[in-house]
């Protein structure tokens, strides 16, 4: 939680945090990086304030998730849970024409930087989408976003409850292609908060669909990240 006095700080120094991040992004695009540097810059850019961009991923896990999307030779992938960008570094990357990333919270004017995440050369847009997952009236701003196009690779990583991560899916696996991917984080057996309950979700799940699993450990607590691959008849419209 950010108290009003640390707001009224980030907003005093978000022009110089401003330019520091986009100068980090710019070095970053310019050094061409591979897909582990990619993870691991996802981790920390180096910005700070409004502008930080970080993510709570383990790099091996990410990185073997980031391989796997990379064969889909992606054009259009969709997350759900942006918070500090972090994965949203890696899906512009490899997204050839757009990112949609959506969270909950308002992204304040970090907005500007994640739209410049695609590397100079990609024909990548990203769209910022500020809403709850869970409302239907949500889903038909993404579903007019994607304008009768189909993604090749949706992320579910916003509300990590049993049953919120269960809506996701039924509500968005819908907007994934045939033979695309849907990958959740978060489910490895042990978990450090008791609202983490992905791992309850992809037991009862996993045995239903073509699935892999990225787990460092199996024994770690918290990360491990599932990946569904659409059936080849794709998902049924959701039921509102
Ligand atoms: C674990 S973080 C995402 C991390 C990010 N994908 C990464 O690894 O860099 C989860 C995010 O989901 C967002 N979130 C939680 N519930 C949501 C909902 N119902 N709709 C949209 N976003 C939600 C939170 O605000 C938070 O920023």
Known sequence: MVSPL???SRNLRAPFHRWQAFRL?????????????LAKRG???GSNGWYRVRTLQIPSEITALAREVEKLKPRIVVEIGTARGGTALIWAYLARE???TCDILDKRGFADLLRAF???DSACRVSVMIGDSHD??????????????LADFLFIDGDHTEAGVARDFEMYREFVRPGGLIGFHDIAEKQPLPTNQVQHFWKKIRGAYETIEFIQNRDQTGFGIGVVRVPAEGFPPATR
């Open 118 to 120: 695609p590397p100079p």
């Open 6 to 8: 640390q707001v009224f």
């Open 25 to 37: 992004l710019r070095a970053l695009h310019a050094a061409r990086p591979s897909l582990p540097e």
């Open 98 to 100: 757009r990112l949609i």
């Open 136 to 149: 239907p009236a949500f889903a038909e701003r993404l579903r007019a976003e994607l304008a009768g196009e």
């Open 43 to 45: 981790q920390k850019l």
